[in-house]
């Protein structure tokens, strides 16, 4: 029976990519590289700092001290705050209002568990903050997915058991924490990069709660 349901933010309940595509672009652009969408995607579901990492590969700048990094990611930090402090609710993905409403009237408890220091701005400024009983960010994790800290704290959060939780993931390192972490998982996005997961959806448009729970017990 499952009791929880423990959300990524970036690529399930938001598309917050493209904010934080545009900044690193533009710090790229700084420092005299193009960084282009192929490239971005590698920085899914990575840490503001690995992704800062991954950045300076691409370009081919080696020379930062890590007094240099630091101001670097917060320069475009800054960039990202003025997006995503402009969010509005229309910016939800589609279906996920419904489902996280219908989770609640059901009784089923739902946390965050995000990579992203900043999902706490996000979450109020989309105005579904209050729908969250337990919110893990990146402020409250010491190791990034794959590592399962970010879900183990939810559910413990929760207090719900790992094998009671199913994961709601965009990000391949995600589901691997899931998996780590002892839960479900339920991959959001196309099946070549979410094969791990226990069931794909493209999205939550249409998608009921009573269905999927059942697949996922037919799954296991
Ligand atoms: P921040 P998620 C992740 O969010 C993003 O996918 C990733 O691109 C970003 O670098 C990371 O948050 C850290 O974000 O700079 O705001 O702390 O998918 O784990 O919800
Ligand atoms: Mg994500």
């Not at 029976?1 to 904010?19: Q, R, S």
């Not at 709601?168 to 959001?188: C, K």
């Amino acid at each position: 029976m499952i009791k929880a349901c423990l959300f990524d933010l970036d690529g399930v309940l938001v598309d917050t990519a493209k904010y934080h595509y545009l900044a690193w672009k533009r710090l790229a652009e700084e420092l005299g590289f193009y960084f282009s969408v192929h490239d971005n995607e590698r920085l899914k579901g990575i840490s503001r700092m690995a992704s800062l990492d991954i950045l300076l590969e691409v370009g081919n700048v080696a020379d930062k001290s890590a007094k240099e990094k630091l101001e670097m990611a917060d320069k475009k930090n800054g960039w990202y705050l003025d997006y995503i402090t402009k969010m509005t609710p229309e910016e939800i993905l589609p279906g996920v209002q419904d489902f996280l409403h219908d989770l609640k009237s059901r009784g089923v408890k739902i946390a965050l568990g995000s990579a992203s220091k900043n999902a706490g701005i996000i979450l109020d400024r989309v105005g579904i903050a209050p729908l969250f009983d337990v919110v893990v960010d990146g402020n409250k994790v010491a190791n990034a997915k794959p590592d399962p800290e970010v879900f183990l704290l939810g559910a413990r959060g929760l207090d719900i058991p790992p094998s009671g939780c199913v994961v709601f993931e965009d990000a391949a390192a995600g589901i691997e924490a899931a998996i780590r972490a002892g839960m479900r998982s339920v991959g959001v996005g196309s099946p070549d990069i979410l094969q791990r997961a226990t069931v794909v959806i493209p999205g939550f448009d249409g998608v009921q709660w009573p269905d999927l729970e059942l697949k996922m017990s037919l799954s296991l």
